[in-house]
């Protein structure tokens, strides 16, 4: 099993549309997580990180279910420039500081 | 750019040479870390360093790959030997917490 699980979509949305985007993680003791956001042959860009509490950045939010390893980001209003591949992300997972992505799932916003 | 960079962006090489690639990361950082992407998959990690000490390296990081930091700034990862599969986006990234990412060097071993 993967450390880091997502749906590899793609998921195509019209213009204004709402989307939500699933993460499962394996190792409870995974410490930060966080959504990235990669544009083709680019490098990984940080999204925001993703609290407990559930957190909200302009049409963007995040929530975290701990009980069941459970990450999601929705968008809201989506944009034809939110066209990316989001990256599920996990800190800490089997101890230290490195990152555990999932594979990243593909977004295409059209008119 | 106060970023994260790294040298070369692209690298052509042939199966059997040798390749270097550079990393500089944010000034204030201390910790520094190598990531590899091959298509359709997330980056996966290499290796840490903190200051100049490597502390960590995934099983990924055969005897064939070497990482310096020699002087806790800039980092360098050699690969010798080159095989076909280490074509792959090489990222490097700074931080703590958060981890900034540099534009990477992508290889293609011919």
């Known amino acids: 099993r993967k450390e880091v699980e997502q749906d590899p979509g793609p998921f195509n949305v019209p213009e204004g549309a709402t989307v939500a985007f699933n993460c499962t993680y394996s190792?409870?003791?995974?410490?930060?997580f966080f959504w990235y956001r990669q544009d083709c042959r680019k490098e990984p860009k940080l999204l925001m990180s993703v609290y407990s509490s559930g957190n909200e950045d302009g049409r963007f939010t995040a929530q975290l279910n701990r009980a069941s390893q459970y990450i999601s980001l929705l968008i809201r209003d989506s944009k034809l420039s939110d066209s990316a591949t989001y990256l599920c992300v996990v800190r800490g997972a089997g101890g230290g500081n490195k990152l555990t992505f999932g594979t990243g799932t593909q977004l295409k916003v059209e008119l | 750019d106060t970023g994260v960079s790294q040298d070369p962006r692209h690298k052509i090489t042939k199966r059997g040479q040798n390749v270097t690639f550079r990393c500089d990361p944010i000034s204030e950082h201390n910790r520094l870390y190598w990531y590899r992407q091959t298509l359709g998959q997330g980056p996966e990690f290499l290796t840490y360093?903190?200051?100049?000490?490597?502390?960590?390296k995934s099983r990924l990081l055969s005897d064939r790959f070497s990482a310096e930091r020699p002087k806790g700034s800039f980092s360098t990862l050699e690969i010798q030997r080159t095989e076909q599969g280490d074509s792959a986006m090489y990222l490097c990234?700074?931080?703590?917490?958060?981890?900034?990412f540099g534009p990477g060097t992508r290889l293609t071993v011919l």
């Open positions: 190792n409870s003791a995974s410490q930060s």
């Open positions: 990234a700074s931080g703590t917490d958060t981890q900034y």
């Open positions: 360093f903190q200051n100049e000490a490597q502390l960590e």
